[in-house]
């Protein structure tokens, strides 16, 4: 929907501004240096670089004088035609061309070059990554005269952009990122449009509430600190004891726990130790170990840890069993593997929350990112004939074909929350209430299928799974299933059970009435 959106929104803008575009185009061709379009790499979607289009304004060998990225007040680097052009914000025009070819959208993040986008700390990057750059946002809003707050601060201007700018935009993009939604999108809509005339307006400040919020006079040097230390923009300290206090916040939440099954993994449990620290709702983190090595048993955290040790029986086993040592009848439980790590700690209670607020959801399926932030696209369809042959053809994996895109999701808004059939077991929400009855992991499943089971197990009682964009995982996917022909046959076995299970391969609009035979 957001898509078609962009694409007549763009169209819309082309068709009523084309007389301009003609108008300004002979303009600029015979003024300035005589270029009438400015391309710019931006980052994207992805941690990608794309090339924004706007109408030439300034030197075209700006980014090498002066100032570089960073734009001031009455900047000798501007064209006369240009001081107009960037003060009514027509420039930004020629980006619905980016619109159209899927790089940017209407609302999010402003791209930023990858020069400035390096001023981010790496863990917000990560995050802004997930979502397309917008047209227009709350970082525009807010900063929609940047060039003056720069001018005026009477400090190193690149010094007060890093310490004072780039800390507050970062805080104002996580936050859209968190709490983006239609009605959000729309008061950002009406808000861009009423600052183009009335551009001193403070409208922005009673229409975003809960946006955060900065000294007016933009000179508290103590701004600088306060940004840096929320937890989505500092860097995590080596030491996960120095990131929380030893008296962890009080809820009114449900209860989290974090299961895990440990196998010869142990290099993996103290980045996943540290992703977690920040998470002041965190009951007990459970290692079931199936490696019995020492390494697991002397992990240190600032939530209590239980590592149960057993035989290797299958990750779903491990699961299971992890589940007996949960002290609350209520609870809800991220079950993940150990090579996992959480980039977004803030987004945790939220989820929970989401969990606690609607019954009738069983899963929620966070955002997979890989070791380079970009998506993994783990939430699929449940399998068919055709989606289990092309998942084995690299080239149709590559340039996946309509029926293939339509399995991944591929077509669907990513910064949405949608119903899928099923999503993958490296890192799930589960309502704990629901284990070991009606719910549990089939332990007959000794590697792979388990969490499509589970999720079939799930739509069999009436239940929801949900893709849940705003809690943000990094996978250190290994695909042993691709590259390892032992793996290989482990995961056609379970494949076959799974068949076997259900009586062929169910499909969405079937997976209410699923009827497994499989007996042991």
């Given at each position: 929907m957001r898509r078609v959106l962009d694409v007549a929104f763009a169209m819309i803008v082309i068709l009523l501004f084309l007389p301009l575009w003609i108008i300004l185009a002979i303009i600029l061709r015979l003024t300035g240096e005589g270029k009438i379009f400015y391309f710019q790499p931006r980052i994207g979607f992805g941690g990608r670089t794309f090339r924004i289009v706007k109408f030439a304004t300034m030197l075209e060998d700006s980014p090498n004088l002066g100032t570089g990225d960073i734009t001031l007040k009455n900047d000798p680097r501007v064209?006369?035609?240009?001081?107009?052009?960037?003060?009514?914000?027509?420039?930004?025009?020629?980006?619905?061309?980016?619109?159209?070819?899927?790089?940017?959208?209407?609302?999010g993040p402003r791209p930023l070059t990858p020069k400035n986008f390096s001023f981010y700390p790496e863990h917000v990057q990560r995050v802004i990554a997930t979502v397309r750059p917008g047209l227009t946002g709350v970082g525009s809003i807010v900063f929609r005269d940047e060039e003056t707050i720069i001018s005026k601060s009477g400090s190193d201007y690149l010094e007060f952009f890093k310490n004072q700018v780039v800390p507050y935009k970062a805080e104002l993009e996580l936050w859209y990122i968190r709490n983006q939604n239609w009605l959000l999108d729309m008061k950002i809509f009406a808000i861009t449009v009423w600052t183009l005339f009335f551009h001193e307006s403070m409208l922005y400040k009673k229409l975003l509430k809960g946006m955060p919020v900065h000294d007016d006079d933009w000179q508290a040097k103590d701004d600088a600190d306060k940004f840096q230390s929320h937890p989505l923009v500092s860097d995590h300290p080596t030491n996960p004891q120095q990131r929380i206090s030893s008296n962890r916040v009080s809820s009114t939440l449900l209860p989290l726990y974090v299961v895990t099954v440990n196998y010869k993994s142990d290099h993996y449990l103290k980045s996943l130790i540290q992703s977690l620290s920040p998470v002041d709702i965190i009951e007990k983190l459970i290692i079931v170990d199936h490696s019995e090595s020492e390494g697991s048993t002397n992990v240190s955290a600032p939530f209590p840890v239980d590592v149960v040790v057993q035989r290797?029986?299958?990750?779903?086993?491990?699961?299971?069993?992890?589940?007996?040592?949960?002290?609350?009848?209520?609870?809800?439980?991220?079950?993940?593997?150990?090579?996992?790590?959480?980039?977004?700690?803030?987004?945790?209670?939220?989820?929970v929350r989401y969990i606690q607020d609607n019954p009738r959801v069983a899963c929620l399926l966070p955002c997979l990112v890989n070791f380079q932030s970009q998506p993994i696209f783990s939430c699929r369809r449940f399998y068919s004939l055709k989606t289990i042959v092309v998942s084995r053809i690299g080239h149709m994996r590559e340039n996946p074909t309509k029926f293939r895109r339509d399995h991944f999701y591929l077509d669907q808004n990513m910064d949405d929350i949608f119903e899928v059939d099923w999503g993958s077991g490296s890192a799930m929400f589960l309502r704990g209430s629901l284990f070991p009855h009606p719910l549990s992991f089939d332990e007959r499943f000794f590697l792979y299928f388990e969490d499509v089971d589970l999720c079939t197990q799930i739509h069999k009682q009436g239940l929801s799974v949900l893709h849940y964009p705003n809690v943000v995982i990094k996978h250190h996917e290994q695909r042993r299933s691709v590259r390892d022909i032992s793996h290989l046959a482990l995961h056609s076995s379970s494949m076959f059970k799974y068949i076997l299970k259900y009586r062929g391969l169910p499909q969405g609009a079937d997976n209410k009435n699923i009827s497994p035979t499989l007996t042991d």
């Amino acid at each position: 929907m957001r898509r078609v959106l962009d694409v007549a929104f763009a169209m819309i803008v082309i068709l009523l501004f084309l007389p301009l575009w003609i108008i300004l185009a002979i303009i600029l061709r015979l003024t300035g240096e005589g270029k009438i379009f400015y391309f710019q790499p931006r980052i994207g979607f992805g941690g990608r670089t794309f090339r924004i289009v706007k109408f030439a304004t300034m030197l075209e060998d700006s980014p090498n004088l002066g100032t570089g990225d960073i734009t001031l007040k009455n900047d000798p680097r501007v064209l006369p035609m240009g001081r107009f052009l960037r003060k009514t914000k027509i420039n930004e025009i020629p980006q619905v061309i980016n619109l159209i070819k899927g790089e940017m959208t209407l609302f999010g993040p402003r791209p930023l070059t990858p020069k400035n986008f390096s001023f981010y700390p790496e863990h917000v990057q990560r995050v802004i990554a997930t979502v397309r750059p917008g047209l227009t946002g709350v970082g525009s809003i807010v900063f929609r005269d940047e060039e003056t707050i720069i001018s005026k601060s009477g400090s190193d201007y690149l010094e007060f952009f890093k310490n004072q700018v780039v800390p507050y935009k970062a805080e104002l993009e996580l936050w859209y990122i968190r709490n983006q939604n239609w009605l959000l999108d729309m008061k950002i809509f009406a808000i861009t449009v009423w600052t183009l005339f009335f551009h001193e307006s403070m409208l922005y400040k009673k229409l975003l509430k809960g946006m955060p919020v900065h000294d007016d006079d933009w000179q508290a040097k103590d701004d600088a600190d306060k940004f840096q230390s929320h937890p989505l923009v500092s860097d995590h300290p080596t030491n996960p004891q120095q990131r929380i206090s030893s008296n962890r916040v009080s809820s009114t939440l449900l209860p989290l726990y974090v299961v895990t099954v440990n196998y010869k993994s142990d290099h993996y449990l103290k980045s996943l130790i540290q992703s977690l620290s920040p998470v002041d709702i965190i009951e007990k983190l459970i290692i079931v170990d199936h490696s019995e090595s020492e390494g697991s048993t002397n992990v240190s955290a600032p939530f209590p840890v239980d590592v149960v040790v057993q035989r290797n029986r299958g990750y779903g086993a491990g699961i299971n069993r992890g589940f007996t040592h949960i002290d609350h009848t209520d609870a809800v439980v991220l079950v993940c593997n150990p090579d996992i790590e959480l980039m977004t700690p803030e987004t945790v209670s939220d989820a929970v929350r989401y969990i606690q607020d609607n019954p009738r959801v069983a899963c929620l399926l966070p955002c997979l990112v890989n070791f380079q932030s970009q998506p993994i696209f783990s939430c699929r369809r449940f399998y068919s004939l055709k989606t289990i042959v092309v998942s084995r053809i690299g080239h149709m994996r590559e340039n996946p074909t309509k029926f293939r895109r339509d399995h991944f999701y591929l077509d669907q808004n990513m910064d949405d929350i949608f119903e899928v059939d099923w999503g993958s077991g490296s890192a799930m929400f589960l309502r704990g209430s629901l284990f070991p009855h009606p719910l549990s992991f089939d332990e007959r499943f000794f590697l792979y299928f388990e969490d499509v089971d589970l999720c079939t197990q799930i739509h069999k009682q009436g239940l929801s799974v949900l893709h849940y964009p705003n809690v943000v995982i990094k996978h250190h996917e290994q695909r042993r299933s691709v590259r390892d022909i032992s793996h290989l046959a482990l995961h056609s076995s379970s494949m076959f059970k799974y068949i076997l299970k259900y009586r062929g391969l169910p499909q969405g609009a079937d997976n209410k009435n699923i009827s497994p035979t499989l007996t042991d």
